[in-house]
């Protein structure tokens, strides 16, 4: 007799998946299946757009109205060669110059001065010295006579000793110290096919290099010369409470150049004088002027060669002003966030979802990551719509718009996004946190919101300002930044004056460590409470 | 009413929290405060005249959010458990239920700011005197901005109040009641219109409400200190309103 083989049972059903795939599907269809969700998200999308052209209709710019105009003109602004706004406005004493070829000067004197005008109504007193410390005066060669295009040049200035500068954003240092009749200093620029070297001495024997630059597609004839130019002044009273009172105007400087040698130009050429200006906007009170004594010019000048700066010279509006609705979508996406959690505590859900999946970290890495990727999606949405709105509506108003270069918008629109979608998953660990949404809500909100506005409405310190903005969530927001700073443009970079202490990327990374230290935490209290 | 007002004093000094967010509003308004009036520093007396009790009092800014927090659990928390309908079968006569929410959620509201006023105002006083600057605590202007600030808080909270009667939900709540505070100062910043600027300042709850804070300068403010509090108080008046409207109209 044999012994009947008993089967041990075994289920007909197939195994049951609890894949990383599992988690995210069911995550998904929580979120989508659950009606304030969404409508929060759609409510994001729209008040992001909706803020933001309430913010560009409310933004004007027009400069004048001069003497003889009803109404102001809109603003303008330059773009240069690099696709980003500049200024160019100087004063260019040029002679066209053909093939390689070289200039030589010798710069005697540097003096700047703040000229009598509507900003400066004392009429009758003269005009008071005002040499500002990147007030130009030098040699320059410049593919045409066009704002904008192309140049290199090395010029003394009133308070960075001798420096050559190509395309508005290359500047390097030469020789320190200022020009004086008792101290002056000569400069050469030469151009050898597409590459321009620039030379500074103190006696115009011994010669050293101060750099070489190269200028694609430079035109076989360009225009060379001396030139002059001052940026405006702007004296900012910053206080430690109440923001800060700035008076300004335009300045003028005046180099005087003598031992001229020109290669490569046509024999016997005169001089050409030519003022460039971008801004529709005379130049209140300052002229160019240039006299021609002998072998001696004199050349005076009034502007900027540099590229724009929030607040600078160039009267734009940096992309980042039509991106005032990503905090009303910054909110809305905070409340999602926090809900996404807090809910599954208040009704008791996070239990079964803890006995479906009892791997807790990787229950709350699938909530992040299918909110963190709704929350891209939509604030990339409002985002993307708002913009364009947003600029018709600010070229309507009269404002000019700066444009910086693809690569820096794309990365303003999509680190926009970033940053509200990391935000809504910094809600998510906070909300898994404390799990009382009222809480969490304004406690995110707070540390998100509160810092900017503190730091930009003028109530603290710029010190304290720029801390805030160093070392809370708040940080990230430094992506949004088109308009980088530049050492060669003196201007107020602090926050209320519209920059962020950060670069783009440090800011971020600022704002992704917090997340990642709340995640962590959220991570820890997870696996240790009960649920 | 009186039983009513009893049963709500139970239920909100029994919510989880209550006493720490009480003292979460002192601290984080006298916090704020002082680190603020602690930055200040004159170094030339004449070009230099800071609206001192204003900046001493600027801690409310970020009190007002635990305030809005408070007065959004008074009732949220009720819908969120059910409790409400526990409510509503006990005293069906809804306006007492919520008139009764917002003496219960005044009170202790009142008695906190008054404690963050006073409180940031003497430290302000003792720090700015180091720094040999003073803040008379008995001029008129001053207790203005001090009564007003108090008053401010308490109709922030019943504008919280109102706001989470009609929306219900906490987080939903607050994340209205925090972009009412915070996004007309963002707009307002960016908008370069003045005329429109200032309509913006003339109607936002929280920058007209913080004007009765203003002790210099009063001619160049957008809308004066008591008419600023007077929109708050619309804000406030409207939202509850509109609360108590929904309250009888739907369902609890």
Not at chain 1, 25 to 42: A, H, L, Q
Not at chain 2, 147 to 158: D, K, T
Request: proline share 6%.
């Amino acid at each position: 007799m044999t012994t009947p083989t008993i089967t041990p049972y075994r289920s007909e059903l197939p195994a049951g998946r609890d894949g990383f795939g599992q988690l995210l599907r069911s995550e998904w269809t929580k979120f989508r299946t659950v009606r304030g969700w969404v409508v929060g998200t759609v409510i994001a999308v729209l008040a992001t757009v909706l803020i933001g052209v309430l913010t560009a209709k409310g933004s004007m710019c027009s400069v004048g109205p001069f003497p003889g105009q009803p109404v102001g003109l809109p603003c303008t602004g330059t773009i240069g060669v690099g696709g980003g706004a500049v200024s160019d406005t100087f004063n260019f004493v040029h002679q066209p110059m053909t093939g390689n070829g070289s200039i030589t000067v010798r710069l005697t004197s540097l003096t700047g001065e703040i000229p009598v005008g509507p900003l400066r109504p004392d009429a009758g007193a003269n005009e008071r010295p005002g040499l500002q410390p990147w007030s130009k005066a030098g040699i320059i060669i410049k593919q045409n006579t066009t704002e904008g295009s192309a140049y290199a040049a090395v010029l003394a200035t009133g308070a960075h000793g001798i420096r050559m500068q190509s395309d508005f954003t290359q500047d390097t240092a030469g020789l320190a110290g200022a020009v004086s009749p008792t101290a002056p200093r000569w400069l050469r620029l030469t151009r050898s096919g597409d590459t321009l070297t620039g030379y500074d001495s103190t006696d115009g024997t011994h010669w050293s290099t101060i750099g070489s630059t190269r200028l694609a597609g430079l035109s076989a004839t360009v225009q060379a010369g001396v030139f002059a130019t001052s940026p405006a002044y702007v004296h900012v009273v910053s206080q430690s409470f109440g923001g800060s009172s700035g008076t300004g105007g335009p300045t003028q400087a005046t180099g005087v150049f003598d031992h001229v040698e020109l290669s490569g130009t046509p024999p016997g050429a005169g001089w050409t004088d030519t003022g460039l200006t971008d801004v529709a906007e005379p130049q209140m009170g300052a002229q160019n002027q240039f006299h021609q004594n002998g072998g001696e010019l004199t050349v005076s000048g009034s502007g900027d060669i540099a590229p724009a700066v929030v607040g600078g010279t160039a009267a734009g509006s940096p992309i980042e002003t039509t991106l005032g609705g990503a905090f009303a979508g910054l909110i809305a996406l905070i409340v999602v966030g926090t809900m996404f959690v807090t809910a599954e505590y208040r009704r008791g859900l996070i239990r079964t979802s803890l006995v479906a999946s009892p791997r807790r970290g990787r229950v709350l890495a699938a909530k992040g990551v299918v909110l963190g990727g709704i929350a891209f999606v939509a604030a990339l949405l409002g985002v993307v719509i708002a913009v364009p709105i947003d600029e018709h509506l600010l070229r309507a108003n009269g404002n000019f718009i700066d444009p910086a270069p693809t690569v820096a918008d794309a990365r303003v629109l999509i680190g926009t996004a970033a940053v509200l979608a990391v935000a809504a998953v910094f809600a998510l660990g906070v909300g898994v946190i404390l799990r009382r949404s009222a809480g969490v809500v304004a406690v995110v909100i707070a540390v998100f919101v509160l810092p900017r506005i503190l730091a930009t409405a003028g109530v603290l310190s710029t010190g304290a300002s720029e801390w805030l903005l160093r070392v809370t969530p708040a940080a990230g927001f430094a992506i949004q930044q088109s308009l980088p700073q530049y050492s060669q443009v003196d201007a107020d970079y602090s926050p209320a004056g519209g920059y962020y202490p950060l670069p783009p990327l440090a800011g971020f990374a600022v704002l992704c460590g917090w997340t990642a230290l709340v995640l962590g935490l959220a991570f820890h209290l997870l696996r240790r409470r009960d649920a | 009413m009186r039983s009513a007002l009893h049963a709500e004093w139970t239920k909100l000094r029994t919510e989880v929290g209550f006493s720490w967010l009480l003292l979460a509003v002192v601290a984080v308004t006298v916090v704020l405060g002082v680190v603020v009036t602690g930055a200040v520093h004159c170094t030339a007396p004449a070009g230099c005249v800071p609206d001192l009790p204003k900046l001493s009092l600027s801690g409310v800014q970020v009190g007002q959010v635990v305030v809005a927090v408070l007065a959004v659990l008074v009732i949220s928390g009720e819908y969120s458990s059910g409790m409400i309908r526990t409510t509503f079968t006990a005293m069906p006569r809804r306006l007492t239920v919520l008139a009764a929410k917002a003496v219960v959620l005044t009170l202790p509201v009142a008695v906190a700011g008054c404690l963050a006023v006073l409180i940031s105002l003497l430290a302000s006083r003792f720090l700015l005197a180091r720094n040999g600057l003073s803040l008379p605590l008995g001029e008129g202007a001053v207790l203005r901005a001090a009564v007003g600030s108090v008053l401010y808080l308490v109709l922030i909270g019943l504008l919280s109040l109102g706001i989470a009667t009609a929306v219900r939900d906490a987080a939903a709540s607050i994340g209205v009641v925090l972009g009412l505070f915070f996004l007309f100062p963002i707009v307002i910043g960016m908008v370069s219109d003045p005329v429109l600027r200032r309509h913006l300042e003339q109607i936002s709850p929280t920058a007209a409400g913080l004007a009765v804070q203003a002790t210099t300068g009063l001619g160049s403010l957008p809308i004066g200190p008591w008419s600023g509090l007077a929109v708050l108080a619309g804000w406030a008046g409207g939202a509850l309103a509109v609360g108590l409207g929904l309250l009888w109209w739907r369902d609890a």
